[in-house]
Protein backbone atom coordinates (compact mmCIF):
# COMPACT_ATOMS: atom_id res chain seq x y z
CA UNK A 1 0.00 0.00 0.00
CA UNK A 2 1.54 3.73 -0.62
CA UNK A 3 0.92 6.57 1.66
CA UNK A 4 1.86 10.02 1.75
CA UNK A 5 2.50 12.48 4.32
CA UNK A 6 2.84 15.92 4.60
CA UNK A 7 4.30 17.19 7.77
CA UNK A 8 3.24 20.77 8.18
CA UNK A 9 -0.22 21.35 7.84
CA UNK A 10 0.39 25.07 8.13
CA UNK A 11 2.66 26.77 6.53
CA UNK A 12 3.18 30.71 6.64
CA UNK A 13 5.13 33.11 4.67
CA UNK A 14 5.94 36.26 4.15
CA UNK A 15 5.48 37.77 0.77
CA UNK A 16 8.87 37.45 -1.65
CA UNK A 17 10.03 35.06 0.42
CA UNK A 18 11.04 31.26 0.01
CA UNK A 19 8.96 28.59 0.51
CA UNK A 20 9.46 24.67 0.94
CA UNK A 21 6.36 22.10 1.63
CA UNK A 22 7.89 18.88 2.66
CA UNK A 23 5.98 15.99 1.19
CA UNK A 24 7.50 12.04 2.02
CA UNK A 25 5.77 9.00 0.63
CA UNK A 26 5.92 5.25 1.21
CA UNK A 27 5.81 2.52 -1.59
CA UNK A 28 6.92 -0.34 -1.91
CA UNK A 29 7.44 -0.02 -5.73
CA UNK A 30 8.49 2.94 -7.83
CA UNK A 31 5.87 5.51 -7.78
CA UNK A 32 5.01 8.48 -9.62
CA UNK A 33 4.50 11.48 -7.52
CA UNK A 34 2.50 15.04 -8.39
CA UNK A 35 1.66 17.98 -6.71
CA UNK A 36 -1.67 19.87 -6.66
CA UNK A 37 -2.93 23.05 -5.75
CA UNK A 38 -6.29 24.06 -4.36
CA UNK A 39 -7.88 27.31 -4.47
CA UNK A 40 -11.05 28.11 -2.17
CA UNK A 41 -14.39 26.18 -3.24
CA UNK A 42 -12.64 25.18 -6.72
CA UNK A 43 -11.22 21.34 -7.83
CA UNK A 44 -7.02 20.36 -8.25
CA UNK A 45 -4.89 21.73 -10.72
CA UNK A 46 -1.82 20.22 -11.52
CA UNK A 47 1.51 22.05 -10.36
CA UNK A 48 4.03 19.41 -11.24
CA UNK A 49 4.83 15.72 -11.75
CA UNK A 50 7.51 13.43 -12.02
CA UNK A 51 7.08 10.07 -13.91
CA UNK A 52 10.88 9.43 -15.16
CA UNK A 53 13.70 10.93 -15.58
CA UNK A 54 15.36 13.80 -14.16
CA UNK A 55 14.68 14.34 -10.36
CA UNK A 56 14.54 18.05 -10.74
CA UNK A 57 10.88 18.61 -12.14
CA UNK A 58 9.57 22.24 -12.95
CA UNK A 59 6.19 23.13 -13.01
CA UNK A 60 3.27 26.01 -13.69
CA UNK A 61 3.77 29.45 -11.79
CA UNK A 62 7.45 29.13 -10.91
CA UNK A 63 7.41 25.93 -8.69
CA UNK A 64 9.66 23.23 -8.47
CA UNK A 65 9.92 19.76 -6.70
CA UNK A 66 12.84 17.32 -6.55
CA UNK A 67 12.59 13.36 -6.54
CA UNK A 68 14.70 12.13 -3.61
CA UNK A 69 14.56 8.62 -3.55
CA UNK A 70 16.85 7.84 -0.85
CA UNK A 71 14.69 9.53 1.56
CA UNK A 72 11.12 9.11 -0.05
CA UNK A 73 10.25 12.56 -0.22
CA UNK A 74 8.98 15.23 -3.16
CA UNK A 75 9.24 18.33 -1.62
CA UNK A 76 7.72 21.43 -3.07
CA UNK A 77 9.52 24.96 -3.36
CA UNK A 78 9.21 28.27 -4.92
CA UNK A 79 11.89 30.69 -4.33
CA UNK A 80 9.84 33.65 -4.28
CA UNK A 81 6.37 33.32 -3.00
CA UNK A 82 3.27 35.89 -4.49
CA UNK A 83 -0.06 36.56 -2.42
CA UNK A 84 -2.00 34.39 -4.59
CA UNK A 85 0.36 31.39 -4.04
CA UNK A 86 -2.21 31.53 -0.62
CA UNK A 87 -3.92 27.97 -1.39
CA UNK A 88 -4.12 24.34 -0.47
CA UNK A 89 -1.51 21.95 -1.58
CA UNK A 90 -1.71 18.92 -1.89
CA UNK A 91 1.04 15.98 -2.35
CA UNK A 92 -0.04 12.58 -4.36
CA UNK A 93 1.50 9.05 -5.46
CA UNK A 94 0.30 6.63 -7.89
CA UNK A 95 1.53 2.67 -8.80
CA UNK A 96 2.86 3.21 -12.22
CA UNK A 97 2.08 -0.70 -12.98
CA UNK A 98 -1.88 -0.06 -12.40
CA UNK A 99 -1.12 2.15 -15.81
CA UNK A 100 -4.67 3.47 -17.01
CA UNK A 101 -5.97 2.57 -14.02
CA UNK A 102 -4.07 4.24 -11.25
CA UNK A 103 -5.85 5.72 -8.04
CA UNK A 104 -4.21 8.75 -6.50
CA UNK A 105 -3.25 8.45 -2.85
CA UNK A 106 -3.27 11.85 -1.58
CA UNK A 107 -1.58 14.02 1.53
CA UNK A 108 -3.65 15.75 3.69
CA UNK A 109 -2.45 18.84 2.85
CA UNK A 110 -0.87 21.99 3.05
CA UNK A 111 -2.01 25.46 3.96
CA UNK A 112 0.03 27.92 2.06
CA UNK A 113 -0.48 31.82 3.67
CA UNK A 114 1.49 34.06 2.12
CA UNK A 115 1.85 37.06 4.17
CA UNK A 116 2.04 40.90 2.99
CA UNK B 1 -5.45 21.69 -22.13
CA UNK B 2 -7.65 19.08 -20.44
CA UNK B 3 -10.95 20.25 -19.40
CA UNK B 4 -13.01 18.39 -17.25
CA UNK B 5 -16.62 20.04 -16.67
CA UNK B 6 -18.36 19.12 -13.07
CA UNK B 7 -22.42 20.11 -12.29
CA UNK B 8 -23.67 21.76 -10.74
CA UNK B 9 -21.25 23.31 -8.54
CA UNK B 10 -22.91 23.83 -5.56
CA UNK B 11 -26.52 22.22 -4.40
CA UNK B 12 -28.76 23.05 -1.05
CA UNK B 13 -31.58 20.35 -0.56
CA UNK B 14 -33.74 18.69 1.73
CA UNK B 15 -33.06 15.48 3.59
CA UNK B 16 -34.20 12.54 1.54
CA UNK B 17 -33.74 13.93 -1.89
CA UNK B 18 -31.23 11.87 -3.99
CA UNK B 19 -28.44 14.28 -6.13
CA UNK B 20 -26.88 14.36 -9.32
CA UNK B 21 -23.81 14.91 -10.13
CA UNK B 22 -22.68 15.20 -13.66
CA UNK B 23 -18.56 14.52 -14.41
CA UNK B 24 -17.59 15.56 -18.39
CA UNK B 25 -14.21 15.60 -19.80
CA UNK B 26 -14.89 18.40 -22.49
CA UNK B 27 -11.82 18.19 -24.96
CA UNK B 28 -10.98 14.26 -24.41
CA UNK B 29 -12.31 10.84 -23.85
CA UNK B 30 -12.14 9.29 -20.47
CA UNK B 31 -12.39 5.84 -20.19
CA UNK B 32 -12.08 5.97 -16.43
CA UNK B 33 -13.23 8.60 -14.39
CA UNK B 34 -12.72 8.89 -10.42
CA UNK B 35 -15.01 10.58 -7.75
CA UNK B 36 -13.72 11.73 -4.33
CA UNK B 37 -15.20 13.21 -1.50
CA UNK B 38 -13.69 15.80 0.74
CA UNK B 39 -14.83 17.30 4.23
CA UNK B 40 -13.86 20.75 5.59
CA UNK B 41 -10.06 20.94 6.22
CA UNK B 42 -9.28 17.64 5.01
CA UNK B 43 -7.79 15.84 1.82
CA UNK B 44 -9.50 13.84 -0.53
CA UNK B 45 -10.56 10.19 -0.30
CA UNK B 46 -11.30 8.11 -3.41
CA UNK B 47 -14.62 7.07 -3.34
CA UNK B 48 -14.91 4.98 -6.57
CA UNK B 49 -13.41 4.53 -10.03
CA UNK B 50 -15.74 4.73 -12.35
CA UNK B 51 -15.05 2.54 -16.01
CA UNK B 52 -16.52 3.47 -19.20
CA UNK B 53 -19.21 0.20 -20.18
CA UNK B 54 -19.00 -1.35 -16.86
CA UNK B 55 -19.75 -1.31 -12.91
CA UNK B 56 -17.67 0.85 -10.65
CA UNK B 57 -15.56 0.31 -8.46
CA UNK B 58 -15.92 1.13 -4.74
CA UNK B 59 -13.16 1.60 -2.45
CA UNK B 60 -13.60 -0.33 1.07
CA UNK B 61 -16.37 1.47 3.49
CA UNK B 62 -18.30 3.51 0.68
CA UNK B 63 -21.97 2.28 0.08
CA UNK B 64 -22.34 1.24 -3.81
CA UNK B 65 -26.05 1.45 -3.25
CA UNK B 66 -25.92 4.84 -1.76
CA UNK B 67 -23.75 6.52 -4.19
CA UNK B 68 -24.79 5.36 -7.46
CA UNK B 69 -22.15 6.18 -10.21
CA UNK B 70 -22.33 5.47 -13.63
CA UNK B 71 -20.46 5.69 -16.63
CA UNK B 72 -22.05 5.67 -20.56
CA UNK B 73 -20.43 7.46 -22.49
CA UNK B 74 -16.43 8.27 -22.78
CA UNK B 75 -17.24 11.74 -21.47
CA UNK B 76 -20.21 11.84 -18.90
CA UNK B 77 -19.68 9.91 -15.84
CA UNK B 78 -22.63 10.79 -13.25
CA UNK B 79 -22.52 9.97 -9.56
CA UNK B 80 -26.07 10.44 -6.89
CA UNK B 81 -26.25 10.36 -3.76
CA UNK B 82 -29.25 8.73 -3.26
CA UNK B 83 -31.91 9.98 -0.23
CA UNK B 84 -29.63 11.88 0.85
CA UNK B 85 -29.39 13.01 4.32
CA UNK B 86 -27.14 15.66 6.52
CA UNK B 87 -23.85 13.71 6.98
CA UNK B 88 -23.94 13.15 3.40
CA UNK B 89 -23.03 17.07 2.83
CA UNK B 90 -18.80 17.42 1.41
CA UNK B 91 -17.10 18.45 -1.30
CA UNK B 92 -17.45 15.79 -4.29
CA UNK B 93 -14.45 16.25 -6.78
CA UNK B 94 -14.27 14.36 -10.11
CA UNK B 95 -11.39 13.65 -12.20
CA UNK B 96 -10.54 11.80 -15.34
CA UNK B 97 -8.00 10.56 -17.65
CA UNK B 98 -7.51 11.02 -21.42
CA UNK B 99 -7.02 7.61 -22.61
CA UNK B 100 -5.25 8.65 -25.68
CA UNK B 101 -2.32 10.99 -23.65
CA UNK B 102 -0.35 7.47 -22.01
CA UNK B 103 0.92 8.08 -18.76
CA UNK B 104 0.05 12.03 -17.98
CA UNK B 105 -1.98 12.41 -15.12
CA UNK B 106 -5.39 13.43 -14.18
CA UNK B 107 -7.54 16.24 -14.71
CA UNK B 108 -9.95 17.64 -12.26
CA UNK B 109 -13.55 18.99 -12.40
CA UNK B 110 -14.06 21.94 -10.02
CA UNK B 111 -16.09 20.14 -7.42
CA UNK B 112 -19.75 19.98 -6.03
CA UNK B 113 -20.65 21.45 -2.84
CA UNK B 114 -23.53 19.39 -1.35
CA UNK B 115 -25.35 20.73 1.56
CA UNK B 116 -28.26 18.81 2.60
CA UNK B 117 -30.45 20.32 5.29
Known amino acids: AQSVTQLDSQVPVFEEAPVELRCNYS??????LFWYVQYPNQGLQLLLK??????LVKGINGFEAEFNKSQTSFHLRKPSVHISDTAEYFC??????????????FGTGTRLTIIP | GAVVSQHPSRVICKSGTSVKIECRSL??????MFWYRQFPKQSLMLMAT?????????EQGVEKDKFLINHASLTLSTLTVTSAHPEDSSFYIC?????????????FGDGTRLSIL
Open chain 2, 95 to 107: SARDRGAGNQPQH
Open chain 1, 27 to 32: SSVSVY
Open chain 1, 50 to 55: YLSGST
Open chain 1, 92 to 105: AVSDPSNFGNEKLT
Open chain 2, 27 to 32: DFQATT
Open chain 2, 50 to 58: SNEGSKATY
